[in-house]
């Protein structure tokens, strides 16, 4: 069974204070994973994708990076407005063909004081 | 573009009441689906299409009904509203990139359904 586990659950951090988040994950062969951010009341954004370990994604103040087992979003001088939770999903190898849909993780809910 | 779209925003249903909610994406995307989310769950997929007129099951498929007549639109039934029914639903799309791999999944505002 696909599994992705975040942590940690929760994070607080003071305005430019650097830090990672963590997703680990267990799937038979990964064909994607997925970082998105969560905003209260709102649908999860799309932040990132990864393919392959090794790689790493870049944008304003985060990066994604990948391994075989897990992946890391760090944060580098964050802003309060960078507080939101972060989500991590797998797309696992074995879709059938198909569209199956992503396995979640439970999320990294970040708060970021000023 | 309005991206993914989803009606209504809030709804209180009684136990046994029937209601659709409704997605609708202008991307031109292939792909649709439907995830329900609860406190300390995660997100979890209930059904998706991978094109008008197919359907498949997801994870947590008891208790709803769905129909992708157009391509645009993916719509979610509860025949028979329950209380653990309650969560707030979310609707996504996503093309495909030839090859099998995937693209990302964009997601509509939610949802939020209240059984009492």
């Known amino acids: 069974e696909d599994q992705v586990t975040q942590s940690p659950e929760a994070l607080r951090l003071q305005e430019g204070e650097s830090s990672s988040l963590n997703c680990s994950y267990t799937v038979s062969g990964l064909r994607g994973l997925f970082w998105y951010r969560q905003d209260p009341g709102k649908g999860p954004e799309f932040l990132f994708t990864?393919?392959?370990a090794g790689e790493e994604k870049e944008k304003e103040r985060l990066k994604a990076t990948l391994t075989k087992k897990e992946s890391f979003l760090h944060i580098t001088a964050p802003k309060p407005e960078d507080s939101a939770t972060y989500l991590c999903?797998?797309?696992?190898?074995?879709?059938?063909?198909?569209?199956?849909?992503?396995?979640f993780g439970k999320g990294t809910h970040l708060i970021i004081q000023p | 573009n309005a991206g993914v779209t989803q009606t209504p925003k809030f709804r209180v249903l009684k136990t046994g009441q029937s209601m659709t909610l409704l997605c609708a994406q202008d991307m031109n995307h292939e792909y649709m689906y439907w995830y329900r989310q609860d406190p300390g769950m995660g997100l979890r997929l209930i059904h998706y299409s991978v094109g008008e007129g197919t359907t498949a099951k997801g994870e947590v498929p008891d208790g709803y009904n769905v129909s992708r007549l157009k391509k645009q639109n993916f719509l979610l039934g509860l025949e028979s509203a329950a209380p653990s029914q309650t969560s707030v639903y979310f609707c996504?799309?996503?093309?495909?990139?030839?090859?099998?791999?995937?693209?990302?999944?964009?997601f509509g505002p939610g949802t939020r359904l209240t059984v009492t």
């Open positions: 999903a797998v797309q696992p190898m074995y879709s059938g063909g198909g569209a199956d849909g992503l396995t």
């Open positions: 990864l393919y392959s």
């Open positions: 996504a799309s996503s093309r495909r990139l030839a090859g099998g791999s995937f693209y990302e999944q964009y």
